[in-house]
């Protein structure tokens, strides 16, 4: 009679039912419960009912209020069944290395035979009676016992066999018994990738007992990887093929590993052939393993097959040269790499095979760039010894003179293939897309890549090119500066044609090759003015053309991104000829024997003749970058000049002048109206300090009396003019210097008079409403008083006790704390009439 469902489907139907059961038994008992409180309230209100909880969409709907955290009856059997299992395998391990030797040869031997044969027997009893867990659990202790049992045959009838030897060959029995009972209870899912796992010992162990060479070793680890494959492809069940795989990659790696290792260290050609089989060897698996893995997996070994194939060609065209000059012969390998898209791949596999290109491509990149970043960070070395004379070779100016650069020879070399190859890539990006399939990617975004990867490695090694070859100084710097220029025609070109990609790598460098090149000319005077020189020339040149081609791509309204990329672009080079012809000036400064503060007039040049190009520029979008780059060196120059009191004064006076001049344009009159003012004022103020005058009311006071009268006649022309404008600067040339000399003056009158002169400022901002007045004159009478006051507060507070300072500062804090809002009501109303105020 045949069971409709299955026993043990219907076993598991009743065992989900008796649970759902089980819960709503839960639930019913803790409803009766609530009742019986509501029923027989306590003196207080009855509480509210417990909410019921949402019932799963598949299980056993929950109770209004269960314990959380209870077990369900499969979790304590598992458990359970898992201690059991741990405390039987503990116990026969102790068996075995314990009480083994109180029993004789038969008994032990009866005893081991007996356990184990009934732990192999029960989960075949166990499975047609549904107790799937309990037969898993007796599954692992008998395979535990099936180890130990080839333990003690090792220690009882083969004594004399060596330990490695006979792991190999129980490690390969077991595999093929695990195998065989996996099979044979299909439902137990230890048993087989047990057998998978013993798997991956006899080859290796076998190697280990015989002594073999590394070789031997790699080809047992490869060979036990092409089994791993071939067990992942065809394997029964998801686990079996999930540990083969992983025991492909793991054993596969260290094989490749062991001979990449033998390749690389051989001495001649024939040497790296036994190797380089190996390495081709394992890209052969690895090609034979993508072939139907899944996308991931296929792309790595696509990755890895490439990279085997690399290893193995260059290695025995390699073999015997110095590691400097091997990375070439990788290089070329890697670059004939793609030509095996023309095979029938998989889309996966060849973009793996396009990956490992990349990655050799990279790799060599990585090698050559150290001569590179010394190349461009030596430079820095020469701040410490600017025109100290040209040194012995470029090598000499980097400071890198007894470094080994015959073993970094290959640099440039290495740097320039791989431009040429992306150059090419560039120019016929479309034919090699369709020749690679679906691997390349087809369009702009590919070329542009290509193309900037290009000029930007084109460029690093002709960097490195001078200090490699152990050129001299003047030729070194040459190179430089030759260099500079083309880097710069080729952005321009580029930005120009609306590459954006390659025209802003190429700018970079050139940026970057600029300032090494101009650090580089710092140990020469000649060099210095030559290069700076011509990269003023060039980077001026560089902003106009970038400038006429922005201009051109306004008018086109699809060119908005491309225009404002330019001016970007446009704005770099433009400061960076500001500043070169600030270098410029202070090595003429240096030239004429002055000193930092004497040169500082010289300096100014830089500024002046930004304000020119300002005015010329008007409505250019470089003209404010030009600008700014100006007053940087107009502040530089500034601080040239603080050593020498007289000479800041006439720097701070005449960039008040620059910045008058440029208010006299519409555009820049707010900014810098102010700024010529404040400079004026200063440069008065550091002028009467340094002629040591005591009495600056004597000079200041013939200023501010005209200024204010102006300032009268300008607001009663125009009402709506701001206090700032008719009265601050007039007001600021006599308070502050007074202020300054009432600091230092141990008499009472003129911190007196100041005070008084500062408080009827301030009344009459208050009564006008004028907010300079106001400002000027409270800040001038607050400073005053503090000054005058502070001796007597200090005696104050000298005598009172330690603990009043504190306590009236907590007082204070909780007042202002219980008036929070209200203070910061006041404080926004203040805010509000000052600013109110002209």
């Known amino acids: 009679m045949e069971h409709v469902p299955p026993p043990a489907e219907e076993l598991a139907l009743l065992d989900r039912e008796l649970v759902r059961l089980d819960a709503r038994r839960s639930q019913l008992l803790v409803r009766r419960a609530w009742l019986l409180s509501v029923l027989t309230p306590p003196a207080g209100p009855p509480s509210a009912p417990p909410v019921p909880q949402p019932a799963a969409p598949f299980g056993p709907p929950a109770p209004f209020a269960a314990p959380a955290g209870q077990a369900g009856p499969r979790s304590a059997q598992n458990v359970l069944l898992t201690l059991g299992g741990l405390l039987l ?16 040869i038969s008994g032990r031997s009866a005893v081991l035979a007996v356990v184990t044969l009934a732990a192999l027997a029960a989960p075949a009893v166990l499975l047609r009676r549904g107790l799937f867990a309990t037969a898993e659990s007796l599954g692992a202790v008998a395979s535990v016992l099936m180890i130990l049992d080839a333990y003690a045959l090792h220690r009882v ?21 695990w195998g065989g009972y996996g099979l044979l209870l299909g439902r137990l899912r230890l048993p087989l990738p047990l057998a998978v796992v013993s798997a991956q010992l006899p080859l290796l162990l076998w190697a280990w007992s015989a002594g073999a ?8 680890l490869l060979l036990t990887a092409a089994l791993d494959c071939a067990i992942a492809w065809s394997g029964p069940g998801l686990a079996v093929r999930v540990t083969a795989c992983v025991g492909c990659w793991t054993t596969g790696l260290l094989g490749l590993l062991v001979a990449l290792s033998q390749s690389v260290s051989a001495g001649s050609a024939p040497d790296a052939s036994a190797s380089a089989a190996l390495l081709l060897a394992g890209a052969a698996l690895a090609l034979a393993g993508a072939w139907r893995a899944p996308t991931g997996l296929a792309v790595a070994g696509g990755v890895l097959a490439g990279l085997c194939a690399v290893a193995a060609v260059g290695g025995v065209l390699s073999a015997g040269m110095e590691w400097g000059w091997s990375v070439p012969v990788y290089l070329v390998c890697g670059a004939m790499l793609p030509a095996a898209l023309r095979a029938p791949l998989p889309r996966p596999v060849g973009q793996g095979v396009v990956w490992a290109s990349s990655a050799v491509t990279a790799g060599a990149v990585l090698s050559a760039a150290p001569p590179v970043g010394m190349a461009l960070m030596g430079t820095v070395s020469q701040l410490a010894r600017v025109w100290s ?6 090598r000499g100016a980097l400071g890198t003179k007894g470094l080994g650069w015959s073993h970094l020879a290959a640099a440039p070399v290495v740097l320039l293939t791989v431009a040429a190859l992306l150059g090419l890539a560039h120019r016929s990006w479309d034919r090699l897309a369709r020749a690679a399939g679906p691997v390349l990617p087809a369009g702009a975004a590919g070329r542009s890549a290509a193309g900037a990867a290009a000029v930007a490695l084109c460029w690093a090694g002709f960097t490195a090119s001078p200090a490699v070859l152990g050129l001299s100084y003047a030729a070194g710097v040459t190179v430089q500066s030759v260099l500079v220029v083309a ?19 190429a700018l970079v460098c050139g940026l970057t090759g600029a300032v090494s090149a101009g650090f580089l000319s710092l140990a020469a005077e000649a060099a210095t003015y030559a290069v700076f020189s011509v990269l003023l020339v060039v980077l001026g040149a560089v902003a106009a053309l970038l400038d006429g081609a922005a201009a051109r791509a306004l008018p086109d309204a699809g060119a908005v991104r491309t225009a404002r990329a330019l001016r970007i672009a446009q704005a770099v080079p433009a400061c960076g000829a500001v500043v070169c012809g600030a270098v410029l000036a202070r090595a003429a400064g240096a030239s004429l024997g002055l000193t930092g503060d004497r040169a500082a007039p010289v300096m100014l040049l830089v500024p002046a003749v930004t304000v020119l190009l300002g005015a010329r520029l008007r409505g250019r979008p470089v003209a404010l970058p030009v600008e700014l780059a100006g007053a940087a060196a107009a502040a530089v120059a500034v601080v040239m000049a603080v050593p020498d009191l007289p000479f800041l004064a006439l720097v701070l006076a005449l960039n008040g002048v620059l910045a008058a001049g440029t208010a006299l344009r519409a555009e820049r009159r707010p900014v810098a109206g102010h700024l010529a003012v404040a400079l004026f004022v200063l440069a008065s103020w550091v002028r009467l300090s340094a002629s040591g005058v005591s009495t600056p009311e004597a000079y200041t006071l013939p200023v501010t009396v005209p200024a204010l009268v102006v300032g009268v006649l300008r607001r009663r022309r125009d009402p709506e003019a701001s206090s700032w404008t008719a009265y601050g600067a007039g007001l600021a040339a006599t308070l502050v210097p007074s202020l300054f000399a009432a600091w230092t003056d141990p008499h009472w009158l003129r911190p007196l008079l ?7 400022i301030t009344l009459a901002g208050a009564r006008l409403r004028l907010q300079a007045l106001l400002l000027l004159g409270g800040a001038v009478l607050a400073l005053d008083a503090m000054h005058e006051l502070a001796p007597y507060v200090v005696q104050v507070v000298g005598a009172l006790p330690r603990w009043l300072p504190p306590a009236l500062a907590g007082v204070l804090l909780l007042v202002v704390g219980a008036t929070y809002e209200q203070r910061l009501r006041d404080a926004r109303r203040l805010r509000e009439t000052v600013g109110r105020m002209r």
């Open 157 to 177: 009838a083969l004594p004399q066999a060596g330990g490695a030897g006979f792991a190999a060959a129980a490690s390969a029995v077991l595999a093929v018994l």
């Open 213 to 220: 060479g590394a070789s031997v070793f790699g080809w047992a």
């Open 89 to 104: 395998t503990v116990a026969a391990i102790a068996f075995t290395l314990v009480s083994w030797g109180h029993m004789g």
């Open 389 to 394: 004379g040209a040194p012995d070779g470029v």
């Open 487 to 505: 880097v710069f025609a080729v952005a321009v070109r580029a930005l120009r044609r609306g590459s954006g990609a390659m025209g802003t790598t």
């Open 754 to 760: 100041l005070g008084v002169a500062a408080l009827v």
